[in-house]
């Protein structure tokens, strides 16, 4: 298995501009979490997802973040307007949500690094 | 509110001796615990797990302790390698009826020294 795949690795963008994260998920796992990465907060998570739908999107900053996962192997992060104060790295996990699930917790990908100037 | 603490936001340590990363957490119904290891542009990956059930988990160099009246746990490393030198979260969990969630402390960037 390639693990959960994020695109693009680096993205930098103008202040202002649209940003769509994408992510692919392990096949077979029903769970998918958005998660931003700052100093001051760690590892902060934005949305997730059960079989494709959004359970809890309470840590979404503000209207300017959407997230969609029309499919159990695709999800986008979409940022419209996107602010300097944005930048940071997004990482997108799956997990199988069943009895063992927990065990390894998720799995993450390599993590999407975005530079709003 | 952050129910996951990491209070030490970096460590640095001798090769070859101990190192004990702190997490404190706040949610009393947390039951299910990770450590997680990050290097440098790339994602966190899985390193030890511990279940409210027990005080201790074990595997190769690294221990995990609970201490669930404290609601405090660490992570042992022993001895230390220059390879271990990342970034290290703790996370907890409520159970499935939370969905899965796990929380995320702020993380300990450990330097193990040559």
């Known amino acids: 298995d390639a693990g959960v795949i994020q695109s693009p690795r680096h993205e930098v963008t103008e202040m202002g501009q649209e940003v769509t994260l994408r992510c692919k998920p392990i096949s077979g796992h029903n769970s998918l979490f958005w998660y931003r990465q700052t100093m001051m907060r760690g590892l902060e998570l934005l949305i997730y997802f059960n079989n494709n739908v959004p359970i809890d999107d309470s840590g979404m900053p503000e209207d300017r973040f959407s997230a969609k996962m029309p499919n159990a192997s695709f999800s986008t992060l979409k940022i419209q307007p996107s602010e300097p104060r944005d930048s940071a790295v997004y990482f997108c996990a799956s997990s199988q949500l069943a009895a063992g699930g927990r065990g390894y917790g998720y799995t993450f990908g390599s993590g999407t690094r975005l530079t709003v100037v | 509110d952050q129910q996951v603490k990491q209070n030490s936001p970096s460590l640095s340590v001798q090769e070859g001796r101990i190192s004990i990363l702190n997490c404190d957490y706040t949610?009393?119904?947390?039951?299910?615990f990770l450590w997680y290891k990050k290097y440098p542009a790339e994602g966190p990956t899985f390193l030890i797990s511990i279940s409210s059930i027990k005080d201790k988990n074990e595997d190769g160099r690294f221990t995990v302790f609970l201490n669930k009246s404290a609601k405090h746990l660490s992570l042992h490393i022993v001895p230390s390698q220059p390879g271990d030198s990342a970034v290290y979260f703790c996370?907890?969990?409520?159970?499935?009826?939370?969905?899965?969630?796990?929380?995320f402390g702020t993380g300990t960037s450990l330097t193990v020294i040559p």
């Open positions: 949610n009393s119904m947390f039951d299910y």
């Open positions: 996370a907890a969990s409520e159970g499935l009826n939370t969905g899965n969630q796990f929380y």
